[in-house]
């Protein structure tokens, strides 16, 4: 059994799992969402070595002694009932929930792409771009500040129309973009007192590229952002850029492999820039990033590639 640790509107994993199902594998959705109030977890030790994990109250449940392999793919948060009414009430039984979820990834012995916890660290920007520049990654130059003193002389050092802002995550519910400061902006640049915020030296560019990695495969696509409406952030106006397969040079992909391993990442969709010179320029990977948009413009087999390797390490292939 692969188990995928998703929801039922995420389009990406129902995706993988039709191909899953094309090739006769066995595989389950789990929604978290449902933690804990209409699903149920038992976690068994006989005091002498063995345990059973199990999801749901009844012999219908998922024995996660089933799962070879598990993919975590964007996990959704436990809810709390509606009955627990006291605020400090409902962050207790939060807490426990996650307590206990945390602690059961942690002891299922299984394949997972990718392991929640290196997922977890693996997913921080900051530690991102740290590692890629040891590893000899070229990265912009980066100021991640709550100071606007220290802010301010990062624009004056690098100029005006040269500095874009971004947020260290954003959701479809709360959208934020790469932006591009603006002269009228400068008298805010006070407010990121309030919370830290990611600037980073503009890299013109002749392409985005998306790399998807899937276990040691490679897709790497170029998406013409350039000839978009908005040439800052190739998300914006994705459904009008043009996107076709790349070539990275060899060097480059060995780093980034060298990258994934160093997070322990099984998959990860990396973001980087081309320049008009030729050269390479890291910005960021996300561990449960998407790939379909790229999939469907540049015929790369990406969902092949990720069914394919769950089933290998589930024993279904």
């Known amino acids: 059994m692969i188990l995928v640790i998703s929801n039922h509107l995420d389009e990406h994993a129902q995706a993988v799992m039709v191909e899953l199902s094309r090739h006769g594998a066995a595989s389950r959705l789990l929604d978290l969402s449902r933690f804990p109030l209409q699903l149920g977890l038992s976690m068994h030790y006989d005091g002498s070595g063995g345990q059973r994990f199990l999801f749901g109250c009844d012999e219908g449940g998922l024995d996660l002694e089933d799962c070879g392999a598990i993919w975590w793919r964007r996990p959704q948060q436990p809810t709390v009932a509606a009955a627990v009414n006291r605020a400090e009430y409902q962050q207790f039984a939060l807490s426990e929930s996650h307590e206990a979820l945390q602690g059961l990834w942690q002891a299922c012995d299984a394949f997972w792409i990718n392991e929640p916890a290196r997922d977890m660290v693996a997913n921080r920007k900051a530690y991102q771009l740290q590692l890629a520049g040891r590893l000899g990654l070229e990265i912009p130059q980066t100021l991640i500040s709550n100071c606007p003193q220290a802010a301010r002389e990062f624009v004056q050092r690098l100029g ?61 696509a170029a998406i013409h952002s350039q000839e978009t409406s908005y040439k800052v952030d190739f998300r914006m106006d994705i459904g009008q850029a043009r996107i076709e397969p790349a070539v990275l040079p060899a060097e480059v992909q060995d780093k980034l492999l060298a990258l994934m391993r160093e997070l322990g990442l099984v998959y990860g969709a990396i973001d980087m820039r081309r320049r008009p010179d030729g050269s390479h320029v890291f910005l960021e990977v996300n561990p449960a990033g998407q790939w379909l948009f790229i999939e469907r413009s540049s015929g790369q087999l990406i969902t092949a590639a990720l069914a394919a390797l769950l089933r290998s390490r589930d024993g279904q292939a």
Do not use: H
Request: aromatic share 12%; proline share 3%.
């Open 160 to 220: 005006l129309g040269r500095v874009i802002y971004k947020a260290f995550s954003a959701t479809e519910q709360d959208w934020r973009e790469t932006r591009l400061l603006r002269e009228e902006e400068l008298d805010k640049l006070e407010n990121v007192r309030y919370a830290p915020v990611i600037f980073q030296r503009y890299i013109e560019a002749e392409v985005d590229l998306r790399i998807t990695v899937v276990g040691d495969a490679v897709f790497p």
